[in-house]
C-alpha cells in the first residue's frame, strides 16, 4: 500500500527548503566578512601605533637599540675597540678543552676559570672560582677584572659558556688572545656539561 | 535552559579573555626588560632581515600590551581576541619552522632563557593554546553582533 504522505504537498515543500540555500544566510555571511576584513584593518592600525610607540619607548630608554640590528659578533668588535684601538681579529682560534682536563684546573685552582655568560645567568649558578666577563658587557667586566686578570698573567685561562651551540666563550678567549694573553682556552662543554656531570656550584655575584 | 548556557558561555569568554589577556602582559613585560636579548633571540630565528629585526623588537611589547588591554574591556574585546589570533599565529609559524629547520634557540617568548628544544616544544604548545583561546573569543564576539550591510 502506498503511504499518501510522498504524493502530498507537505512533503515536496520541504524537499525544497532541504535543498534551497536560506536566501537570508548570504548577505549574513558577507556581512560577517566584511566585519572581519574591517577588524584585520583595525589590527594593522593596532601595529602601527604600537610601532610608534615602540620607537618612543626606545628613545627614551637608557641603552636604546639602534634602528639597524647589529649581532653579537658586531657589537663585540665594537666594544674590543675602546679596549685597543686596532685590535688583531685575525688570530688563531683558541684552543679547547674537555670537562676532564677543566674540572681538574677548578679543583686545583691551578687555572683562571671565566664565565662568559651575561650576569643573569652568572648569579644563578656558576663553576666555584669561576669570575663572570660576560660576552655582553665585556669592556665594562675586563675594566672590572684588570687587576686580577694582569695578576694571573702567568695562569692559563679557560672560559666557558652555556654550552652546547653557544660562541661567547669562543669570542672572549679570541678577544683576550687579541688583549695579549697567552694561554688561553676554551671549555666547551659549558656550564650545560659542568651542572649535567652533578658537579658543585656557586650562586650569586663575584667580580 | 538557553539564558544558562548563555551565561556560561559568558563567563567562558570572559575567562579565556583575562587568562589570555594575562600572558600577552606578562609576555609583553619579559620582552621590554631585556630588549637587547630579545633582539639576539630573534635574529636566531633567522627569519626576519637585520634591518627589520630592531622594529619588531621595538614594537612588539606595546602591540601585547595593547592586545591584553583591548581584551579585558568588552567593547574593543573582538579587535584584541583577534590581533592575538594574528600573533600567535606568526609565533607559531616562527617556531614551527625554527624546529623543522633544527635550530635549538630561546624564543625569547616570555624574557630571557637558555636555548633549548624542550621548551620551544612548550611555548609551541602555549602558542597553540592561546590562538585557540583567542578565535573562541573572537567567533564568540563576532557571531552577535547584529547583521550590518557592508
Redesign the interface.
Known amino acids: 500500500m502506498p503511504n499518501p504522505d510522498l504524493n502530498s504537498r507537505n512533503w515536496q515543500t520541504s524537499a525544497v527548503s532541504i535543498v534551497t540555500p536560506d536566501p537570508a544566510a548570504r548577505p549574513q555571511a558577507r556581512s560577517l566578512a566584511w566585519q572581519i576584513v574591517r577588524d584585520l584593518g583595525r589590527v594593522a592600525i593596532l601595529a602601527i601605533v604600537s610601532l610608534a610607540a615602540g620607537l618612543v619607548i626606545n628613545r627614551s630608554s637608557v641603552h636604546p637599540l639602534p634602528i639597524v640590528y647589529q649581532s653579537p659578533e658586531q657589537r663585540f668588535d665594537a666594544e674590543l675597540t675602546t679596549l685597543v684601538a686596532a685590535p688583531p681579529f685575525k688570530i688563531a682560534p683558541a684552543a679547547t678543552v674537555g670537562l676532564d682536563r677543566f674540572r681538574s684546573a677548578v679543583e686545583s685552582k691551578s687555572a683562571l676559570i671565566l664565565d662568559a655568560r651575561p650576569s643573569l645567568f652568572f648569579e644563578q649558578g656558576h663553576v666555584p672560582g669561576a669570575l663572570n666577563l660576560a660576552r655582553d658587557d665585556f669592556a665594562h667586566d675586563y675594566r672590572d677584572l684588570a687587576g686580577v686578570l694582569q695578576a694571573a698573567t702567568d695562569k692559563p685561562i679557560i672560559v666557558y659558556c652555556s654550552g652546547g651551540e653557544c660562541h661567547d666563550s669562543r669570542l672572549v678567549a679570541n678577544a683576550l688572545l687579541s688583549l695579549g694573553f697567552g694561554n688561553v682556552s676554551v671549555f666547551t662543554g659549558g656550564w650545560d656539561a659542568w651542572s649535567a656531570a652533578g658537579l658543585p656550584a656557586s650562586k650569586g655575584s663575584v667580580r | 535552559m538557553m539564558p544558562n548556557d548563555n551565561s556560561r558561555r559568558n563567563y567562558a569568554v570572559l575567562a579565556v579573555s583575562i587568562a589570555v589577556a594575562a600572558v600577552f602582559i606578562y609576555a609583553g613585560i619579559g620582552k621590554?626588560r631585556e630588549?637587547?636579548?630579545f633582539?639576539?633571540s630573534t635574529?636566531a630565528f633567522a627569519i626576519l632581515p637585520?634591518?627589520f629585526?630592531?622594529?619588531f623588537?621595538?614594537?612588539?611589547?606595546?602591540?601585547e600590551f595593547?592586545?591584553g588591554g583591548?581584551l579585558l574591556v568588552p567593547p574593543t574585546r573582538?579587535?584584541g581576541a583577534?590581533?592575538v589570533a594574528?600573533v600567535s599565529l606568526m609565533f607559531f609559524t616562527a617556531l614551527a619552522s625554527a624546529l623543522l629547520r633544527g635550530l635549538?634557540l630561546d624564543c625569547g617568548c616570555f624574557g630571557?632563557g637558555?636555548?633549548s628544544r624542550s621548551r620551544m616544544w612548550i611555548e609551541l604548545a602555549v602558542d597553540i593554546a592561546l590562538f585557540s583561546g583567542a578565535l573562541f573569543v573572537?567567533l564568540r564576539s563576532?557571531?552577535r553582533?547584529p547583521?550590518?550591510?557592508?
Not at chain 2, 57 to 63: A, H, I, K, R
Not at chain 2, 147 to 150: E, I, K
Request: a neutral charge.
Open positions: 621590554i630588549p637587547l636579548q633582539a639576539d635574529a637585520a634591518v629585526i630592531n622594529l623588537v621595538m614594537g612588539l611589547p606595546p602591540f595593547a592586545c583591548l573582538r579587535v583577534l590581533a594574528v635549538t630571557v637558555a636555548p573572537y563576532i557571531t553582533l547583521a550590518q550591510a557592508p
